[in-house]
């Protein structure tokens, strides 16, 4: 028999990345359960909303929905749906079903996480009708391939892959259909973090050689220099959770460098306090009075600390540079 390999440092790493899923999904769970924004889904991969998450949490989440969902979306019509989407580090995202429902699918959307989390949501998907019905509904085809670390149909694609073995990543992507003549958008959230520097430019750069139009949208941390990004870095080590990237998260000026250097042609980068302040306003107002806040000063501390940075190429002149918020 074959001997297993000892078990690493940087397997407890992945753990505890893997990890950061579920408190997203727990974190998302309460705030809708408050109705800071809608989600019909999202019940169906956390059993219960859990117990009570900081009023400043909530909006961080509420400002991070809103904003990458904004500038996805923006991506989608300009593109009138005949676009790609790839989802880097999904973990249990939701945005399948709430691009269905909202008339808003693309050609295709393309998940990848770790096998072991894609086992888990492809579980979730299984035994949960609500959310296996709409994927079959869009599936027009007699193959629709589900086993334990791969979903795909005609609309959507679950793959089990380590974003930092990019041959791998390549080969399986290209397996299940992507189409590199597609305009594309790539989501990560707080997942280039968890990857060295080299690791997440190779990435970002293979993005970039492989799509002649594409955007990607980046949200994670940003100033991570000061006393308050240490600390948030000294949390996070004490779960074992190692931000290796976190060289690029000194700015937001550092930030844009990762995607200009790469082949990138636009990059533009604005942290997530200024990002609350650009949603629409009507909206944010009512999302103020469903919890008092405390602690003003702590809200702005934690948004000036993450950002969104999106970076585009646009072979095909459909206007990605103009999109902002």
Known sequence: MEARQPFTDSDTADEAVRATCDDATTCKRFATSKSYWKDPYIQYFARSVGERKAPEINRGYYARVKGVNLLLDAFIKKTDCRCQVINLGAGLDTTFWRLKDENLLPQKLFEVDFPAVVAKKIHYIKTKPPLSKPIIDVHSTDSLLLDAHNLESDRYCIVGADLRDISSLDEKLKKFHLNPELPTVFLSECVLVYMTPSQSSNLVHWAAETFHTAMFIDYEQVNMSDRFGQVMIENLQRRQCTLAGVEACRSLDSQKERFLRTGWEH??????????????????????RLEFLDEKELLQQLLQHYCICWASKDKLSLGLSQLAF
């Open 267 to 288: 990059a533009d980068a604005l942290d997530m306090m200024t990002v609350y302040s650009m949603l629409p306003q009507e909206d944010v107002a009512r999302v103020e």
